[in-house]
């Protein structure tokens, strides 16, 4: 939801566990300008321009000769937008259960561009696990366990040419939200975008930030498949450029996640499932009890789980745009400081050393460990206080 260019955060109107639920949060001109020069070029005398969850009505400002069109589900929102925006038209309604462009006065033959920042919560997340809950109808066309994928969804059914909206990088680098995001990723193709910190929306990701993609997304026949993705170029509002396909990554070496049909003993190790990089940050590695999220460790496979270990200790050094990629790793570079890892490890995990008997710990270990890091990252190595 878009919320207007006053200085607020967020709706005054909502309270907290309502704005974490209807992903009502301020979106500063700076942004929404970027989602204007994005269309500005698409825009003719025959375009709807039309924001779905348009809040106070921050992205709608712009002068065009485009038909401008609002929705919200919060009645009070659409008020108070009415008094900041004067020549858009604007409704009330929960957008996620009208799939036809009819509704909005929008005609078959008209270019439609949608735009804005509409809703996400994922249901499953750990992250404000607490106070999430659906609170309003989905069309069943439409479900997911997130409403922003399902939003996503909806703009197929609009038949948009053209999408221009702020949502998580990790709807699209994460395969198993790709997956989700059909029918839209069969019939739209990310044609440009930019990648900036969920911490800009100050109340969103106090404890973890994660990446936001500013994402133009155009009509297409042949769509985009997850390939397209992994070898699509990213730019980041700080001028970096990376692709998925740049990296290698630890599932490629491991198990991630527990297996229903191991059975776990008294003396295997275990170690914490695996997510993505964010998730490292909060949750634990090596565990001494067995829990539902336990994942056996392979014993030909400990260095790698050594490896992130050691790997969440450094993680200040990963810029915020990889927080939802695997964890990454370079398989012969690991090898070259190996030891250094084990090392940093065995200093750390007394339980280790029955692994590791003829390994020798070393006092510059951590510079080691720094510079195994800087030519993995390269130009995306983030100096910390201690480097």
Not at 107 to 127: H, M, V
Not at 150 to 178: E, G, M, Q, T
Not at 297 to 316: A, R
Request: charged share 30%; proline share 3%; with cysteine.
């Amino acid at each position: 939801m878009s919320i207007g260019t006053e200085k607020t955060e967020s709706p005054i109107h909502l309270r907290k566990e309502e704005l974490i639920n209807l992903g009502s949060f301020y979106t500063s001109d700076e942004y929404v300008e970027i989602v204007w020069n994005f269309i500005r070029p698409l825009i003719n005398s025959n375009t709807v321009v039309f924001d779905p969850a348009c809040g106070y009505g921050a992205f709608l400002k712009e002068k065009t000769i485009a038909k401008k069109i609002g929705n919200d589900i919060d009645k009070k929102a659409i008020e108070k937008a009415k008094l900041i925006t004067g020549d858009v038209i604007y409704f009330n309604y929960n957008a996620l259960t009208v799939l036809s462009r009819e509704t909005y006065g929008i005609k078959d033959s008209d270019r439609l561009i949608i735009i804005g920042n509409p809703p996400y919560n994922d249901t499953t997340s750990q992250a404000k696990k607490r106070v999430k809950r659906l609170q309003f109808q989905v069309e069943e066309k439409l479900k997911t366990r997130d409403i922003g994928i399902s939003f996503l969804r909806l703009f197929y059914y609009l038949k948009a040419d053209y999408v221009c909206i702020l949502h998580p990088l990790s709807y699209l680098i994460k395969r198993a939200n790709f997956r989700l995001l059909k029918p839209f990723n069969e019939n739209y193709i990310l044609k440009d975008g930019v990648i900036i910190s969920s911490r800009v929306f100050k109340k969103t990701s106090k404890s973890s930030e994660f990446p936001i993609i500013i994402a133009l997304y155009e009509k297409n026949r042949t769509g985009m498949d997850y390939e397209y993705i992994r070898n699509y170029k990213f730019k980041t509002i700080e001028g970096k450029v990376f692709r998925l396909s740049d990296y290698d990554y630890i599932g490629n070496y491991i198990n991630k996640y527990p297996r229903k049909s191991e059975t776990i003993r008294e003396r295997d190790l275990l170690f914490y499932t695996l997510r993505d990089i964010n998730a490292l940050k909060r949750n634990r590695t090596f565990l001494h009890k067995p829990t539902s999220n336990a994942v056996r460790i392979n014993p030909d496979q400990l260095d790698f789980y050594v490896y992130v270990d050691v790997f969440k200790d450094f993680i200040n050094v990963v810029p915020y745009y990889f927080g939802n990629m695997d964890i990454l790793i370079n398989l012969e570079l690991f090898k070259k400081y190996r030891k250094y890892f084990i090392s940093y490890a065995l200093k750390k995990w007394e339980f280790l050393s029955k692994h590791y008997q003829n390994q020798n710990c070393y006092d510059n270990d951590i510079i080691y460990i720094k510079q195994y890091f800087k030519e993995l990252l390269k130009e995306h190595y983030v100096e910390d206080s201690g480097s």
